[in-house]
């Protein structure tokens, strides 16, 4: 005979069972859009969609799950298991702002990736873009006759920090790319092998994006550039021994320290046979 409570506890199981047990999921699909990002905030402010975008989605072993491009309405990945992926954009006729690879989960039924994107027609970040001449008549203009110069040290700094740093080109500009709105400075430091014609430093400050900024430097040169180039302070004096300034100095406070030594000893003595006397 079996007890009644077991019998009514077993259906109570059964009932609560039932309600509280969730359906399992065991695919899902996963849909990217890929939207313009025309003021490069990262949020899609209803812009509008770029279509073409490759994808590809990888799964935990690398094996490629499947690929689509991006069209005027979410593209998805359908039928793929719960569990992690990769999924990677390519660059084309357009330049993704989202990361290339994003990692994610997949644990919903249907989960949708938006990618922030901008066309190539679209105007790209600042860039500066500076030429070093070498102004052979010292007037600050660089004439027809006179040609860059490579090899000079350019600083890039925001805030009086030094972000970035390039040697110039002697047949083009040498330029700083992918630049922010915000204000810069430019800066040429001094070295022993040049002495400018203009100012070192330029302070451009860019308003939105898509701008550049063409600046030029004149200098004459005090040292060719060129690899057996000797700085003034440092030719060669064969047969002569030569001391730095520093050394000269210190020798010259060790004599006098010698000097005075030996007066106050022969100064001593003496006083000491006077007093004898």
Known sequence: ?????????????????????????????????????????????NEPPLPNVKLTLRDDKNTIVGQLLTAESPRCFENIPIGTYQLWAEN????VLSPLMQTLTIAEESQVIELAAIASNTPSANEICI??????NQNGVQDATEGLVGNVDVWLLSDDVIIGTQLTQPDEPTCFVGLEEGAYQIKIPPTRRHQMTTRSDAAPTFVGVGNRFSISFGLVLLEAFHEDALLPDAK???????LDTETRLLLAIMGSGVVILLMLGVGSIAFALWRRK
């Open 236 to 242: 060669p004096n064969i047969g002569k021994l030569t």
């Open 131 to 136: 030429s070093v001449f070498e102004d052979l």
């Open 1 to 45: 005979m079996f007890n009644l409570w077991s019998i009514i506890g077993a259906i109570l199981h059964l009932v609560f069972g039932l309600f509280s047990t969730s359906p399992q999921i065991d695919n899902a699909m996963l849909c990217v859009f890929a939207y313009q990002d025309l003021n490069r905030n990262g949020i899609n402010d």
């Open 92 to 95: 084309g006729p357009y330049r």
